[in-house]
């Protein structure tokens, strides 16, 4: 702009009166250009820009004083910049700054009306500028076709569209006869060969192209403070620390002990610089080294999917009574088939029976030894109970059924006389059946010590384990007063027997392996191989198609005995041996006990759909028991209609866990 101020007289009325001349002309542009709005069809206001320069970039004006000419051919002054800080002033005083724009073509900001906020507002929405135009208006057909009986073109099809070009088909002659003279060579499509790698790799594919890629060796470790020849005190080691570097393993001893001289020149040469040098050449050489592809696999995605644990109840999560008045180590424990009463053998020489309910001990048998097992008999109405005690199995009558059942099992109970077994060796008899008329049951005496009894479904048969002996399960008939040799060898140390719940199969646990017989047809069915160190328990599920087995190094697998032979799953989950496992008999709910004073539960659901697999999701971590000459839980069993857990410690305590 021209500064008026500093001009004298006459230039002051030559400006002025180049000023009324300038506002005469942008007058009459104005209404000229008003006119022509007015009567142009333009539903939209158009403005002249100040600037004429038309499409000439602007960047030309970059080093000028100007950006242009206006419409009488004058310069337009470039305005001078604001900062930061006064444009926010600006915007703090102004409450409508917010709508104005820079107009970089005209070097001015201009305020927008809101008409024209409005536009853009729904232009940002992906709207139409205009309110009033509506873009899902019906369509118009604006022709008539009720009366139109012939195409657009009403001419005969050509000939040339059904007669065979005579052209092509002299092109076609003249390729056959380039093929037939080896002219033109047609490539056949590889055959693809049919024998493939089912588990191989797509790195080691032979499409790839030929050369063995970069890979560089792994560098050494660099020498740290230790290595210096003159390292700080703390690195420094006493005589004691050198003493018991030297009684160490020579894997588990230092590769280098610090040491400190005056100077550089004092340090010795390294003693095993060849043998290091040497050894890093051989894994240079003798390293295999391959490229690996990474996949980019968010870990959160890899974890499976289990239900919440709310949804799975009831499970045992609390202690909910304790059964105290042993003195020793509870070995075992057993659920009466109804629910009321419970057995619990000890090792200070004593049998207890409980009611469940209140935890009132009713009975108490002293049997002078260290109890090993205690088993109820699984039919309603015989409450016999079996207990190992020793070289001795103890059959008692607990006298808790009525009239009717007390003389059933007195008279099931009866040995007329000394009773022996009717399979016999060059060593003698297997098992000698007496009367026991201080505790008025029957007294099995045996050759070596038994440590587990199990019960047929039936009530009837019983089988017992000797684990001093290879072929040391015996199978018992208690109305016959009978013992049987099992008929097959046993391939190891035998642990655990269990009857199949609804057919004539037996389980067979030894110190490597299950086995499956079938009794009838004296045949092995399967043979299910766990893979541990040493197997300690094992249970079957009510259904019978499914087994777990408990190990001595804390792992617990599942078998599917339709799917194979191998464990289904396989859960680390006690750090010391698992002592017992057990299913519950309606509930989907396992179980395990460890050394290591713990209980865990978890939820087994199996589906009578062959194509889903079993759901088994940990619950529960139940504690409390007490370790006592380094032993925890040793025995657990669930009730047989309620979802609770019993679990026998070696604090002479029986636990009641309940939902």
């Not at 007015?38 to 970039?57: L, W």
Request: net charge neutral; glycine share 6%.
């Amino acid at each position: 702009m021209v500064n008026i101020m500093d001009t004298n007289e006459e230039e002051r009325v030559k400006v002025c009166m180049s000023y009324s001349c300038m506002e005469e002309v942008t007058l009459d542009v104005e209404a000229e250009t008003n006119q022509r709005v007015e009567e142009s069809d333009s539903s939209e206001d158009e403005v002249a820009p100040r600037n004429t320069v038309g499409d000439v970039p602007l960047k030309w004006y970059k080093d000028e004083e100007h950006i242009g000419y206006d419409i009488t051919g004058k310069k337009i002054k470039k305005q001078a910049r604001k900062d930061m800080l006064d444009s926010f002033l600006a915007g703090v005083d102004n409450s409508k700054n917010w709508r104005k724009i820079y107009d970089e073509y005209n070097d001015e900001e201009v305020e927008l009306t809101k008409q024209e906020t409005r536009l853009i507002r729904r232009l940002l929405k992906g709207k139409t500028p205009h309110a009033e135009v509506d873009p899902y208006t019906p369509y118009v057909d604006w022709f008539l076709w009720e009366d139109a009986k012939h195409p657009l073109s009403n001419a005969p099809e050509p000939k040339r569209r059904f007669i065979p070009s005579k052209w092509e088909n002299k092109k076609v002659v003249e390729l056959v006869r380039a093929i037939r003279r080896g002219d033109i060579k047609i490539d056949k499509p590889k055959e693809e060969s049919r024998l493939y790698l089912l588990w191989g790799d797509d790195s080691r594919s032979a499409d790839k192209a030929p050369g063995i890629n970069y890979i560089p060796a792994p560098k050494p470790k660099l020498a740290g403070h230790e290595e210096s020849y003159n390292p700080s005190v703390e690195y420094i080691p006493t005589k004691e620390e050198v003493d018991s570097y030297n009684q160490m393993y020579e894997e588990d001893r230092p590769k280098f002990i610090p040491r400190r001289f005056e100077s550089l020149r004092n340090v010795p040469a390294y003693e095993n610089a060849m043998k290091e040098s040497f050894n890093r050449c051989l894994d240079l050489y003798l390293c295999p080294r391959s490229r690996k592809k990474r996949i980019n696999i968010d870990p959160e995605s890899l974890k499976p999917k289990l239900p919440s644990r709310k949804d799975l109840k009831p499970y045992p999560s609390k202690c909910y009574f304790e059964y105290k008045g042993h003195k020793n180590a509870v070995r075992s424990i057993s659920v009466e088939p109804s629910g009321q009463w419970l057995a619990s053998g000890s090792n200070d020489g004593t049998v207890r029976i409980w009611e469940i309910e209140t935890g009132r001990c009713i009975r108490i048998w002293e049997v002078g030894e260290g109890v090993q097992c205690v088993a109820w008999n699984p039919m309603t109405g015989l409450t016999i109970l079996a207990v190992a005690v020793g070289l001795d199995v103890l059959l008692l009558d607990t006298g808790l059924g009525d009239d009717e059942e007390q003389y059933k099992i007195k008279k099931l109970l009866h040995v007329e006389a000394t009773t022996v077994a009717n399979d016999s060796d060059h060593n003698g008899s297997l098992v000698d059946w007496l009367q026991h008329d201080k505790y008025k049951g029957i007294r099995m005496r045996f050759r070596k010590t038994i440590t587990s009894v199990e019960w047929h479904r039936k009530g009837d048969y019983f089988s017992t384990v000797m684990p001093g002996d290879s072929r040391g399960i015996l199978i018992h008939l208690l109305s016959k007063k009978l013992t049987q040799k099992f008929s097959f060898k046993q391939h190891g140390i035998p642990v655990a027997t269990k009857f199949h719940p609804s057919r004539s199969y037996v389980f067979i646990a030894t110190n490597k392996a299950v086995r499956v017989y079938d009794l009838l047809k004296q045949k092995l069915i399967r043979k299910l191989e766990p893979s541990v160190r040493e197997v300690s328990s094992i249970a079957v599920h009510p259904s019978g198609d499914h087994v777990i087995v408990g190990s001595r190094e804390g792992k617990l697998c599942w078998f599917d005995m339709d799917l194979s032979s191998q464990p289904y799953r396989k859960l680390e989950c006690h750090p010391k041996d698992i002592t017992n496992v057990a299913f519950h008999r309606s509930y989907p709910l396992f179980a395990s006990c460890s050394e290591d004073s713990t209980s865990y539960v978890f939820h087994g659901m199996v589906y009578s759909d062959l194509n889903q697999n079993p759901l088994i999701v940990p619950l529960q971590i139940l504690r409390g028991h007490a370790a006592t000459n380094g032993r925890g839980v040793l025995d657990c069993t669930f009730h047989p209609r309620q979802p609770w857990l019993f679990t026998a410690g070696s604090d002479s305590v029986v636990k009641l866990y309940c939902h």
